[in-house]
């Protein structure tokens, strides 16, 4: 039997031959190091969100078609599937689907073109409004307070800005307080209640300064933040603000309405209040200038006591012995404004993890950890015993 | 834990200081007399131990304001 001729020649195990996968993730490592995240502009079809929360759907235009993808995180963002045929401009990593051998684009944001239009024409029109009625005016700018006591927060409950507020507020200046007023800040329902949650700082007593805003996020996240409502709102209250909305590059309306932008939360929170420390140091300088003015005084006194000596009557050398009188107590008090002095002489003073001092019995538990503050520094101590 | 907003009654430690200055500016001239100098200085030394002692306060208090149904205002502390 004469043998068929092939029409190509096969292959032996010994040459090279590519297995499926070696192909398919081969093309992925391609796409994927060539080309990073674009937006895409195409039409949605076949639109499927799963009960586990992922999005699947085909973008097309008059040409092509490929799969989409988006996961359920970025999902939730979005709120409602598109319909089909909705004109959407979407930000997606294309790749590959290994297992299918499939070519997809995993999809972080969609906008319907319809909204960008409009969206746009918002932002102009709000602009607009507030540049008319003055809110962006520099003249409105106020002057925050050198030291706030109370500093009012209006931002998401569960946000990652107040937590970073308070954790700079606690370093700084341990002896604020915090007043939150939640709201959210993004989706439905935000622009109402950031509104409100304006008007109950103009309720609160004691508030010396506001600070409006949340963690950074995606464009579309901050976007209550370009509110007519809600820049109205702030523009109303009666303290000064700082806007700090998002990371250092994004800018919101309510930055140019507030009194200040900060660039982040953290960055409000500096700008809010003191520094403990440095404050301290003003009052011992202001302390040191006390008792020295005190003192050049009385030695003025003893001079010109000594040059009327003479004819010094007996009614003025009794007024001296009560100024001396009232001199030495003074003298006491300013003394007793420093703990230091009294350690100096030899005394410890005992404080707890919490700063506080030890005065008591009670106050010691065996094995417990204390600090023992001495004239030049701090020694870790322990209970051995008690009683 | 509920409270009522309490009122701040005592000045802002900002007049504190202010008068503080103004009071060691006034000590350091020349146009005071002994005896209104006693009277400043007592009132320095109050002044600076009061506001040493609000300096001293070493937990920040972090609370938050809801509105209630009927429009009251509700204070909570809150661990953040």
Redesign the interface.
């Known amino acids: 039997m004469t043998s068929l001729p092939l029409p190509f020649e096969v292959p032996v195990p010994a040459d090279d031959v590519w297995s499926v996968s070696q192909v398919t993730s081969a093309v992925r490592r391609l796409i994927e190091r060539d080309l990073g995240a674009v937006w895409v502009r195409g039409e949605i079809t076949q639109c499927k969100a799963w009960s586990s929360g992922h999005w699947y759907f085909t973008l097309r235009d008059a040409r092509s078609q490929m799969r989409c993808c988006m996961w359920k995180q970025q999902a939730v963002r979005a709120g409602r599937p598109p319909a089909d045929g909705t004109e959407v401009y979407v930000l997606g990593t294309p790749g590959m689907w290994e297992d299918k051998g499939e070519f997809r684009l995993t999809v972080t944001a969609i906008i319907p073109t319809a909204a960008v239009g409009a969206q746009q024409q918002e932002l102009e029109r709000v602009k607009a409004v507030l540049q008319r009625d003055g809110l962006f005016d520099a003249a409105r700018k106020r002057p925050l307070?050198?030291?706030a006591?109370?500093v009012a927060v209006v931002t998401s409950?569960d946000g990652a800005a107040?937590?970073d507020v308070?954790n700079v507020?606690?370093r700084r200046?341990?002896?604020?307080?915090?007043?939150?007023?939640?709201a959210r800040v993004q989706g439905e329902g935000a622009e109402a209640e950031l509104v409100?949650a304006l008007g109950?700082v103009n309720?609160?007593?004691?508030v010396?300064v506001c600070i409006v805003g949340r963690g950074g996020g995606a464009r579309e996240d901050l976007a209550v933040f370009n509110s007519e409502a809600v820049c109205r709102a702030l523009a109303l209250v009666r303290v000064p603000t700082i806007s700090a909305v998002g990371h250092e590059t994004d800018v919101s309306f309510t930055d140019f309405v507030a009194d200040l932008r900060a660039a982040t939360p953290s960055a409000a929170a500096e700008a809010a209040v003191p520094d403990?420390r440095e404050?301290?140091r003003?009052?011992q300088d202001?302390?040191a200038?006390?008792a020295?003015?005190?003192s050049?005084?009385?030695s003025l006194?003893g001079e010109r006591l000594e040059r009327t000596g003479d004819r010094l009557s007996a009614a003025m050398t009794q007024g001296l012995g009560r100024?001396r009188h009232?001199?030495e107590r003074?003298a006491v008090?300013?003394d007793?404004?420093s703990p230091l002095r009294v350690l100096g002489r030899g005394y410890a003073m005992p404080t707890g993890s919490?700063?506080?001092v030890l005065k008591r019995l009670t106050d010691f538990g065996v094995g417990d950890t204390f600090n023992l503050r001495v004239s030049d520094g701090v020694v870790a101590a322990r209970v051995e015993a008690n009683g | 834990m509920k409270r009522k907003?309490?009122?701040?009654g005592q000045p802002?430690?900002?007049d504190e200081?202010e008068r503080?200055?103004e009071?060691?500016r006034r000590?350091?001239g020349d146009d005071?007399d002994?005896?209104d100098?006693?009277v400043l200085?007592?009132d320095?030394?109050r002044r600076?131990?009061a506001?040493?002692d609000?300096?001293?306060?070493?937990?920040?208090?972090?609370?938050?304001?809801?509105?209630g149904a009927g429009g009251d205002?509700e204070?909570r502390d809150?661990d953040?």
Do not use: K, N
């Open positions: 307070p050198a030291y006591a109370c409950m107040l937590r308070c507020v606690r200046w341990p002896c604020g307080r915090i007043v939150v007023i939640g409100r109950l309720r609160l007593v004691g010396d403990r404050t301290e003003r009052l202001l302390a200038r006390l020295g003015g005190l050049s005084r009385t006194a100024h009232r001199m003074a008090q300013l007793a404004l919490g700063g506080q | 907003p309490d009122a701040v802002s430690l900002a200081l503080l200055e009071i060691v000590l350091e005071v002994l005896d100098a006693l200085f007592e320095g030394v600076l131990r506001a040493r609000r300096l001293a306060q070493a937990e920040l208090t972090v609370q938050s304001v809801i509105e205002l204070v809150l953040v």
